[in-house]
């Protein structure tokens, strides 16, 4: 894998990582704790509000997965390892790192 591609695969994780971030800064306020004021609110308000926070929740967990596959995999061209499977040690191919840059492995592993 030549140089340059290496930089535009690292380029567009750092991408993916900062719109990760901006998502974050978003998602926070969805998943604030329901008050539980039952004049304003009533119980089926409520509860959509805590369904509405469960949701943004998961998605916070989602952005979290994302954002540590991005960074193990900005580590790994960091260390010389981009592009190389992390279970075989066989060069990933480049329609796969296409796809997904932070992918760890080639499709044979990845099956399974």
Known sequence: ???QLIAAFKQQLQAALAALEDEDAL???GQRTVALDQQ??????RMDALQQQAMARAT?????QSRARILAALRRIEEGEFGYCSECGEEIAGKRLELDPATPTCVNCAAG
């Open 1 to 3: 894998m030549t140089p």
């Open 27 to 29: 998602g926070r306020e």
């Open 60 to 64: 916070q967990a989602r952005r979290s």
């Open 40 to 45: 304003s609110v009533g119980r089926l308000s």
